[in-house]
Structures are given as C-alpha cells and as structure tokens.
Nanobody, 118 residues
Framework: QVPLVESGGGLVQAGGSLRLSCVAS????????MGWFRQAPGKEREFVAS????????TYADSVKGRFTVSRDNAKSAVYLQMNSLKPEDTALYSC???????????WGQGTQVTVSS
C-alpha cells in the first residue's frame, strides 16, 4: 500500500491560482512515477500531468499546458501541481496517483476539490 494524501484545493475565481500537494507515506517515493488526474461531475476521469521519478520528464494534457506545472520533492515524498490562470472548466476533483514500476497507476489518493468560479 502507498497511502497518498492530497491537499490545497479550494474555491478560486477564474484567472486565479492554486497549488495542490500530494504526500506519500513510506520510503520508496523516489522510485515512483507520479501523476495528477481530475474528474468533473458527470465526466470521466482524465489525465492532467505526470512526472518521472527523477523529475527528468514531465507530461501534460493539452488543456493545461502552459498553465499548470508539476514538480516533486523526493526528500519530502511530495508531488505538487501549480495551477495558474484557472478556468471554470478546471473545476474537478483532483487526485494524485503513483506508478510503482508496473507502468500503471496502482495507488490513488482520495482527491481534493478545486472549484473555479467565473
């Protein structure tokens, strides 16, 4: 098990910023590829961003490129999602996930709600 706990969500006006955090328990965090996903009401979960274990490679959904930045601090077992220029369509439950080496996201957090008002 890899417990993941997200925080940092909230209500923000369009154009504003939020920084989400996800902290993992255990000592193996630096070996995990980490991802951020989101799910809006009535919609399927979608990929937002990912970061390799060394932070050498980041990947973003087209809808967030240039606005969101994923980063990690392996010493703190944490991954972050800086979200700028937020839009109402970014409103969703944001979850982090861990790929422990099987090329799939095995473990998921409970999520943190982000609501962007127009």
């Amino acid at each position: 098990q890899v417990p993941l706990v997200e925080s940092g969500g909230g209500l923000v006006q369009a154009g504003g910023s939020l920084r989400l955090s996800c902290v993992a328990s255990g000592d193996a965090f630096s070996y995990f590829r980490m991802g951020w996903f989101r799910q809006a009401p009535g919609k399927e979960r979608e990929f937002v961003a990912s970061i390799t274990r060394s932070a050498g490679t980041t990947t973003y959904a087209d809808s967030v490129k240039g606005r969101f930045t994923v980063s990690r601090d392996n010493a703190k077992s944490a991954v972050y999602l800086q979200m700028n220029s937020l839009k109402p369509e970014d409103t969703a439950l944001y979850s982090c996930a861990a790929d422990i080496g099987r090329r799939i996201y095995d473990y998921w957090g409970q999520g943190t709600q982000v609501t962007v008002s127009s």
